[in-house]
């Protein structure tokens, strides 16, 4: 299994282009399955769980291609592919497949709105909480789906004519659900209204990319989604939005080592609460033509209170990074966290770094140390891993963070990206 190894104490200089957003890639590619035309998505990042939702796709018979780079595009530009399900030959979603990925439990949507039957395993995905699919059970069937659980797969059928205009109202709010139930209203016959919607950016651009196709939804960005359904949809061609986790992660990177980053590409109104975050702890922050600045100079790190919240609150999936950040600031910070009920298990890694983080419940007290000292650890889930290498960044000596594979899930050639900004980095194979 490969390793990273890092040596702390370099401070960041240079760019860091942030690749397309994970988790607008899987919902778009997902959404193919709407239409018997190619879908041509751009900016698709090279990631585990994109390869590992091709393998999903092409079961249910979609063919997918990869396009060369095109002249004068650099490598910092995503994947062009095409993803064609002209005929779905299956609408199982098997256990071996969809158990590795949560969001592969989403194919539940578009197979049934466009097949009338869907037959999917219970997913699996990292092990930060239950994570239960109630939510999608409900909205589906609001749609008019009959939904049986038989031998660990969700078993739906539409009726006869297929899926109907519904009133969904989300007791939480629901990433994937809300993509969930969108893709499947597309199709319905009437109008779908969805309440407590969630507002992702990346829902504005699974939205986007389906009005492209010729879905009828407006409400995009807000609690209430209108989805009046339509015959059928075809297919177009769509961008991923950059990823706003990513870009996150690099902004903590580079005020926890120091120096001075433009994240390339990067867009501040997608991740505002974290950024204000950083600059309340005293690091500066820019937005520029081309992308968001980040710098800090010889100060040092403020400590400030945070409590993760549905966009556009500070962002679960930036939770375990900003920890890493606080763990050497000057004083005594808390951190709340209210999406996911077992997403502390970077702090018994951090620990190892000499970090001082106390967990009650879903609160969690973080001690600033004057530093950290370089340790073994062991990635358990995508943002923990990261926020093991940003705690590496800056701590004295050698790191070697084992079990990647979680990163390579999300994060597309991390210790390059670091490595061109002056970090002392490499993979470690086997
Ligand atoms: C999406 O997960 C993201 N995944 C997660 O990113 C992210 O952490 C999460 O949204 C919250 O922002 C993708 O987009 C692929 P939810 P999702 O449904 O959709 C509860 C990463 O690191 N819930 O918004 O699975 C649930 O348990 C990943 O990239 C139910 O109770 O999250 C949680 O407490 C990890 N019943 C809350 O809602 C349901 O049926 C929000 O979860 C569905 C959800």
Redesign the pocket.
């Known amino acids: 299994m490969d390793r990273i190894r890092l040596v702390g104490g370099n401070e960041l200089k240079g760019e860091i282009p942030i690749s397309g957003a994970?988790?607008a890639a899987?919902?778009l590619m997902i959404s193919s399955i709407l239409t018997h035309e190619p879908l041509v998505l751009q900016n698709v990042p090279r990631l585990a769980?994109v390869k590992q939702l091709e393998r999903i796709l092409e079961n249910h018979g979609v063919d997918i291609a990869v396009h060369g780079r095109r002249r004068g595009e650099d490598e910092g530009v995503g994947q062009r592919m095409t993803f064609h399900a002209q005929d779905i030959v299956d609408t199982t979603a098997p256990y071996e497949l969809v158990s590795k990925m949560?969001?592969s439990f989403w194919v539940i949507g578009p197979l049934l709105a466009r097949e009338h039957n869907a037959r999917v395993s219970l997913p699996g995905?990292?092990a930060?909480?239950?994570?239960?699919?109630?939510?999608?059970?409900?909205g589906l069937k609001q749609l008019g789906a009959e939904i049986d659980i038989d031998e660990g797969y969700v078993v739906a059928k539409a009726p006869k004519g297929g899926l109907i205009g519904g009133h969904v109202i989300l007791?939480?709010?629901?990433?994937?659900?809300?993509?969930t139930i969108m893709m499947a209203a597309t199709l319905a016959r009437g109008t779908t209204i969805i309440e407590n919607a969630?507002m992702?950016p990346?829902i504005t651009n699974v939205a986007e990319c389906l009005i492209a196709m010729g879905a009828k939804i407006s409400g995009l960005g807000t609690h209430r989604l209108v989805i009046e359904g339509v015959s059928s949809l075809h297919g177009t061609t769509h961008e991923v939005l950059p990823d706003r986790?990513e870009t996150g992660t690099y902004a903590m990177a580079t005020a926890m080592a120091g120096g001075d980053v433009l994240l390339r590409g990067g867009r501040a109104e997608h991740l505002q609460a974290a950024l204000d975050t950083l600059a309340n702890c005293g690091v500066h922050i820019s937005q520029e033509a081309s992308g968001i600045r980040v710098r800090r100079n010889g100060n040092g790190i403020q400590p400030v209170d945070i409590e993760t919240d549905?966009?556009p609150g500070f962002?679960?999936?930036l939770q375990a990074q900003f920890m890493a950040l606080m763990t050497t600031s000057s004083g005594v910070s808390h951190i709340r966290e209210t999406?996911?009920?077992n997403r502390y298990m970077h702090v018994a890694e951090l620990a190892r770094f000499g970090a001082d983080i106390k967990v009650e419940g879903q609160l969690a007290t973080v001690t600033g140390v004057p530093a950290l000292k370089g340790a073994q650890v062991m990635a358990t889930?995508?943002?923990a891993s990261v926020s093991l290498v940003i705690a590496g960044l800056a701590a004295r000596g050698e790191t070697v963070v084992n079990r990647i594979y979680h990163l390579d899930r999300?994060f597309e050639r991390l210790e390059e990206k670091l490595g061109r900004c002056g970090a002392e980095i490499e993979r470690l194979a086997g």
């Open positions: 994970k988790n899987l919902p769980d949560r969001a995905g990292c930060i909480g239950t994570r239960p699919v109630d939510f999608f059970l409900y007791p939480k709010v629901s990433v994937g659900a809300t993509h969630a992702e990346e986790i549905p966009f962002p679960t999936d999406i996911f009920e889930d995508l943002r999300g």
